[in-house]
C-alpha cells in the first residue's frame, strides 16, 4: 500500500483536481492523509466531502498553522503503507503514476525512486519541463540502481531537493529517523533531500513526467519577502544532515559551503525586497559567528567560499568582532 501525505492549508481551488488525481490512478492500494493545517477558506468542508466519498482518506487537523514539515511529519508518523508519496494540495499525479512507481521499486528493490514533473503555469495556462535533471545524468544514472557516493560530488546539490517528484520505502525512512523539520520554515525539503540522498543505498530515476506542479501567484514558492530569513535557519538544519557523519561533511564540505553561501545568501539577498535587505544582511552576518563559534567552520569557510561573497558580507569584520569580544 502506498501512503499519500498532502498538507492542506487554503486550497479549495484545487483540492478537487488533487484528490480526484490519487482517487483516478490504475494503481488503486493506497491511503490518503490530508493534514488541514488550520485552514481558513473552506478546505476541511472539501476535505470532510471527500471523505464521504473515500473510507481511504483519512484527516488530520493541526490546531494552528504550522507550516507543511510539521504536516508532513504528522502524516509520516501515523502512515500505513509500505511506500510514501508526497503531493502538494494544489498539485496533481498522472493517471498511471501509482503503478509505474510501485513496479519499478519493488523490481530493483529501491529504497528511493525519482521521477520528472511537468510544470503548469496558472497564468498564462501553459505547460512546460523542469530539467533538474540534465541530459548527462539521465544518460549515466537511468535505470540502474545507484547511491550518493557513485555520483560527481555537485550533482547533489543541483537536483531537485522537493519532497514530491520523488517516491520512498517508508521503513527506509523509518530507519534513518528521516523527518523534516517541525518548524515553520519554507524549503523545508532542503535537509530531508540531504538526508535521503546521503542515507539511501538503492536510489533509482525514471526518464518519466509523472508529477504535475502548479506554479501560482501566493504559493510558497514565489513569497519574496521576510520569509526568505527562512533560508538561514535552513542552512543551519543542511549542516547539521552533513555533520551527523564526519566522512560525510568532509567529502561534501565545498559544495555544502558553495551552497550556502552562494546560493542561499547571496542568492536570496538579492531575490529580497529592498526594505528587507539590511535586516537580511545583519542576520547573515550573526550566521557567520554561528558557523564559526558552533561549527569550528572559519578555516572551512576562507578555503572554499568565494572572496567576493566573503568581502560582500563583510566576512573580516566579523572575524574581528570575535577576536576583540
Not at 502506498?2 to 478537487?16: G, M, Q
Not at 506542479?213 to 521576510?226: A, D, H, P
Given at each position: 500500500?502506498?501512503?499519500?501525505?498532502?498538507?492542506?492549508?487554503?486550497?479549495?481551488?484545487?483540492?478537487?483536481?488533487?484528490?480526484?488525481?490519487?482517487l483516478k490512478q490504475t494503481y488503486q492500494d493506497f491511503e490518503i492523509i490530508c493534514i488541514d493545517d488550520a485552514s481558513t477558506d473552506s478546505s476541511a468542508e472539501i476535505l470532510e466531502y471527500f471523505t464521504q466519498k473515500d473510507s481511504r482518506i483519512r484527516i488530520l487537523k493541526n490546531d494552528s498553522n504550522k507550516g507543511p514539515g510539521y504536516s508532513r511529519n504528522k502524516g509520516l508518523k501515523v502512515a500505513q503503507g509500505k511506500y510514501i508519496s508526497f503531493l502538494d494540495a494544489d498539485d496533481w499525479f498522472s493517471p498511471d503514476t501509482f503503478e509505474i512507481l510501485v513496479e519499478k521499486t519493488e523490481q530493483e528493490n529501491l529504497d528511493v525512486l525519482l521521477f520528472k514533473n511537468i510544470v503548469y503555469y496558472e497564468e498564462s495556462q501553459d505547460f512546460g519541463f523542469e530539467r533538474y535533471y540534465d541530459m548527462e545524468f539521465m544518460d549515466k544514472?537511468?535505470?540502474?540502481?545507484?547511491?550518493?557516493?557513485?555520483?560527481?560530488?555537485t550533482k547533489l546539490f543541483v537536483m531537485s531537493n522537493a519532497s514530491w517528484g520523488k517516491f520512498y520505502l517508508k521503513s527506509f525512512l523509518d530507519c534513518n529517523n528521516i523527518f523534516f523539520p517541525n518548524e515553520n520554515?519554507?524549503?523545508e525539503d532542503n535537509p530531508f533531500f540531504y538526508k535521503v540522498i546521503t542515507s539511501a543505498d538503492r536510489i533509482s530515476i525514471i526518464d518519466k513526467y509523472l508529477y504535475n506542479?502548479?506554479?501560482?501567484?501566493?504559493?510558497?514558492?514565489?513569497?519574496?519577502?521576510?520569509r526568505l530569513f527562512d533560508n538561514i535557519d535552513i542552512s543551519y538544519k543542511i549542516l547539521d544532515v552533513f555533520f551527523e557523519d564526519k566522512e560525510l561533511y568532509e567529502y561534501y564540505k565545498k559544495e555544502v559551503l558553495i551552497t550556502i553561501f552562494r546560493s542561499i545568501f547571496k542568492g536570496k539577498y538579492s531575490q529580497i525586497e529592498d526594505e528587507f535587505k539590511e535586516e537580511f544582511f545583519k542576520r547573515i552576518q550573526e550566521a557567520y559567528k554561528v558557523f564559526i563559534k558552533k561549527y569550528g567552520l572559519?578555516?572551512?569557510i576562507r578555503e572554499n567560499v568565494s572572496k567576493e561573497i566573503l568581502e560582500f558580507f563583510r566576512f573580516d569584520d566579523i572575524i574581528n568582532e570575535i577576536i576583540n569580544k
Open positions: 500500500m502506498i501512503s499519500v501525505i498532502i498538507p492542506v492549508y487554503n486550497v479549495e481551488e484545487y483540492l478537487y483536481v488533487c484528490l480526484n488525481s490519487v544514472f537511468e535505470n540502474i540502481v545507484f547511491n550518493h557516493w557513485d555520483l560527481d560530488k520554515l519554507i524549503h506542479r502548479r506554479r501560482r501567484n501566493g504559493s510558497i514558492m514565489t513569497l519574496n519577502n521576510e572559519y578555516k572551512d
